[in-house]
């Protein structure tokens, strides 16, 4: 329901910490995860990840750290998520 790509790996969950938040780690941790996904899985080609659409503070952070809001929506448990597209080349 996330992506008709077959070479994609799901990041459904990414979280951080209330204690460890606002100190530059879950951008720096975006930032080093497309080469260890490269790393431990080569036929992968795209990382998706979703997000609570009222979840400023991570949508702004995922766009920071290159993720694309490719307009693709979904009804989550929650609410409406958004999936965010990362392209490995």
Excluded: W
């Amino acid at each position: 329901q996330y992506t008709s790509n077959e070479n994609a790996i799901l990041l459904k969950s990414f979280s951080l910490d209330l204690r460890h938040q606002k100190k530059g780690l879950a951008f720096k941790t975006l930032k080093v995860l497309p080469d260890m996904i490269k790393l431990s899985h080569p036929d992968k080609d795209e990382i998706i990840l979703t997000v609570h659409h009222s979840n400023a503070p991570a949508i702004n952070l995922y766009k920071k750290a290159g993720f694309i809001d490719k307009g693709y929506r979904f009804n989550g448990e929650e609410g409406e998520e958004f999936i965010f597209h990362f392209a490995l080349d």
